[in-house]
């Protein structure tokens, strides 16, 4: 009684780990199924932007493809893209992460645009003397243009979140401070270093990662050319002040020398527009990954037919074996017990092919169990041993006899270990069988029985 149940305990869970793998199996096999029109990956990005519009989009949305701006409340805002494609998803991603940022060729190409025009506005000739408070209202004109300049022609497009006007560290304040004294100072020779190095202050704050977490490209970009604007008019204000205490001629001096200091000065100012220059897309990483809410329907009918068809041939399985095999026609063969030390080779003949056919393998099967190597040798020409035991149909015993080939040479593998076959073979011309002795006295040192089947 305790055999049979642990019998069956076994039996259960060897078919539900069979249920099990079709399950996997079918899952496996529903994937390449799944409609391709449906939004089965999605690419996430932090993102500091306002939400992408259609205007945003590089072409028209397909099927299946969306963006919109995720706000988890434990972790910062991302970009969600999703795509039929993982690859489609990573695309978008990139493209939205660089919108509206022009390539840093594209911002150099016109950067020396604009030099060429303040270049070609230079006007030969020498340069009259003027006043120290000129020279210093100059130097403060050039930079003045030189920032609305910048910041009118800076192809980002501004962002579409209002953001508030950012505080400038201390230090930036600081050095356009002296850049001021100095001008009311009328110290031109110390006058261009300082704007410089005004320049760089702020420029340095600008890159500073850290100081603009929540500020996209197109608002950080807004906030640079509002500064611009700010520092010219704060600049002309002050260089009005200077000219105010010189001649009318020198006044003139001032606004005309302007364009040769904004030549001499711009070279050394920094490179503001590759702040907002697009990254390399191949920079933008964005995680991918299947939208389990699209797959999992999918899956699950693919496992639930798995397990089925598993059940379904578990349980055919299950009534052909306990179904009792059909014996009709075929007349019963008793084998005789051999003991080991029984004859080494087995003559099994008859008229009813599968009688005799089955003899033979049922001896085969007795002489296994024992621990003999076994080799059937089909010496009949109805008997077709190979097809049975799912071997070819190569050359036999008919070509051992014909042309005097070695017989190990001939013989199969019969698919269960230490059994052997050598198949009747195909010779059309007639074949003696006076060999047949000597051939078999060839085999017997290399098996323990010879079973061979006329």
Not at 34 to 43: I, K, Q
Not at 233 to 244: Q, R, V
Not at 288 to 311: C, E, H, I, N, T
Not at 334 to 354: I, K, M, N, T, W
Request: positive net charge; proline residues 9%; charged residues 20%.
């Amino acid at each position: 009684m305790h055999d049979g149940s642990a019998r069956t305990g076994v039996r259960a869970r060897v078919m539900a780990a069979a249920v099990v793998l079709g399950a996997f199996i079918g899952a496996a096999f529903a994937v390449p199924f799944v409609p391709s029109r449906l939004p089965l990956y999605e690419a996430r990005l932090p993102w500091v932007h306002a939400e992408p519009t259609a205007a945003d989009w590089p072409r028209p949305a397909r099927p299946g493809e969306s963006v919109r701006v995720s706000y988890p409340a434990d972790r910062p805002a991302e970009l969600v893209v999703t795509a039929p494609r993982p690859a489609v998803a990573r695309g978008l991603a990139r493209v939205f992460a660089t919108r509206g940022a022009p390539a840093a060729e594209v911002l150099t190409e016109q950067r020396e645009g604009l030099r060429a025009v303040w270049v070609g506005e230079l006007v030969a000739g020498p340069r009259p003397d003027v006043r120290p408070a000129t020279a210093s209202a100059s130097w403060l004109l050039a930079r003045a243009r030189w920032g609305r300049a910048f910041a009118g022609e800076l192809p980002v497009r501004s962002g579409a979140m209002v953001m508030a006007d950012p505080v400038p560290p201390a230090e930036v304040l600081a050095r356009w401070g002296v850049v001021h004294r100095l001008a009311l100072e009328a110290r031109p020779e110390l006058l261009a270093d300082a704007i410089v190095a005004a320049d760089v202050a702020e420029f340095e704050w600008f890159r500073n990662a850290p100081a603009w977490t929540t500020w996209g490209t197109g608002e950080r970009a807004e906030a640079w050319r509002r500064r611009q604007v700010a520092h010219a008019a704060s600049l002309e204000a002050t260089a009005e002040l200077a000219l105010a205490r010189v001649s009318d001629f020198q006044r003139a001096q001032g606004f005309a020398t302007a364009r040769e200091r904004l030549v001499e000065l711009e070279p050394r100012l920094a490179e503001a527009w590759a702040l907002f220059a697009a990254p390399s897309p191949y920079g933008i990483r964005p995680l991918v990954a299947p939208v389990p809410r699209v797959w999992a329907p999918w899956l699950a009918l693919g496992a639930l037919l798995g397990a089925l068809a598993s059940a379904g041939m578990l349980a055919l399985g299950v009534r052909l074996h306990a179904s009792p095999r059909a014996t009709v026609g075929v007349p019963e063969v008793a084998v005789p017990a051999l003991s080991v030390a029984g004859p080494r080779l087995h003559l099994v003949c008859g008229r009813d092919r599968e009688g005799t056919l089955r003899a033979a393998l049922e001896l085969a099967a007795h002489r296994l169990a024992a621990g003999d190597r076994v080799l059937l040798v089909d010496g009949s020409p109805r008997a077709r041993l190979h097809e049975r035991l799912g071997r070819d149909a190569r050359w036999g015993l008919l070509e051992c006899l014909a042309a005097d080939m070695p017989v190990l040479g001939l013989v199969q593998y019969a698919g269960h270990p230490g059994l052997y076959l050598l198949p009747h073979g195909q010779a059309e011309r007639a074949v003696g069988w006076s060999p047949l002795g000597r051939k078999l006295d060839e085999v017997l040192p290399h098996f323990g029985r010879v079973v061979l089947l006329l």
